[in-house]
């Protein structure tokens, strides 16, 4: 599949991003391709090939997104590939899903607060901080995004 030099360009990029947020390399180029490329969905031939990744990462990266619900996949009548894409409703449902993840880790926190003793305050200073800020984002969110559907939907 022919990309042009802005998609591959992209594809790094978005990639980069991903593995700084902990996906693997070749988990990180599936996501971009799947996002940049030009046909809504793919194949795992047309993923290894753009990509030049071998089959077994590429089965591995497109694995670990399935299970992850990051992509699906589709068939076509008369056809036994299976074509990947990125999960159509996966934009709101991952942003949920990371504020479920922030909201269990703010639990913790606040229980770090409560078993531990310093020295130094300022740590615990900052901590609250921090806690207050997830909160906040907590108390806030469910607000903004009635707010974006009335304004999107």
Not at 90 to 98: E, I
């Amino acid at each position: 599949m022919a990309l042009s030099e802005k998609q591959r360009e992209l594809i790094e990029e978005i990639g980069i991003y991903h593995e700084n947020n902990g996906f693997q390399p070749a988990v990180a180029r599936v996501v971009g391709l799947l996002l940049v490329s030009d046909k809504p969905e793919l194949t795992f031939d047309e993923i290894s090939e753009t990509l030049n990744i071998s089959k077994s990462a590429t089965s591995n990266a497109l694995n670990m997104l399935l299970n992850t619900g990051n992509i699906e996949y589709t068939t076509f009548s008369g056809d036994r590939k299976r074509y990947f894409r990125i999960k159509s409703t996966n934009g709101r449902d991952l942003f949920t899903k990371k504020m479920e993840d922030l909201s269990g880790l703010n639990d913790l926190l606040k229980r770090v607060l409560e078993v531990r003793k310093r020295e130094n305050p300022e740590h615990d200073i900052r901590l609250k901080n921090f806690i207050g800020f997830l909160d906040y984002l907590k108390e806030q969110l469910p607000g903004l995004i009635e707010n974006w559907k009335k304004n999107n939907e």
